[in-house]
Nanobody, 114 residues
Framework: VQLQAFGGGLVQPGGSLRLSCAASGSRFSINTMGWYREAPGKQRELVATITSGGSTNYADSVKGRFTISRDNAKNTVFLQMNSLKPEDTAVYYC?????????WGRGTQVTVSS
């Protein structure tokens, strides 16, 4: 299973970015897809997840600013990030849970800076 993420970059505080991640190579349906992030010197943390049925979960720090969505037919997950803050700067990793196995993409850098 491969996960390929797109959409990272440099944005000013208050700006927006949209991440996308496409999963390929799985014979089984994907249970949960999501995004995690890892800032310099910090552990990887949950950003948001979404189940195949559309149930979502967000970290408190991004609630009201980030929106996760999913296209089940294309095995693709999106993360719309609005009102970005410097503390959102991190490498963002796409995740997929298939049966009981966790898969990770390579990560995409998001930098929020003026």
């Amino acid at each position: 299973v491969q996960l390929q993420a797109f959409g990272g970059g440099l944005v000013q505080p208050g700006g927006s970015l949209r991440l996308s991640c496409a999963a390929s190579g799985s014979r089984f349906s994907i249970n949960t897809m999501g995004w995690y992030r890892e800032a310099p010197g910090k552990q990887r943390e949950l950003v948001a997840t979404i189940t195949s049925g559309g149930s979502t979960n967000y970290a408190d720090s991004v609630k009201g600013r980030f929106t996760i969505s999913r296209d089940n037919a294309k095995n693709t997950v999106f993360l719309q990030m609005n009102s970005l803050k410097p503390e959102d700067t991190a490498v963002y990793y796409c995740n997929a849970v298939i049966q009981t196995l966790w898969y990770w993409g390579r990560g995409t850098q998001v930098t929020v800076s003026s």
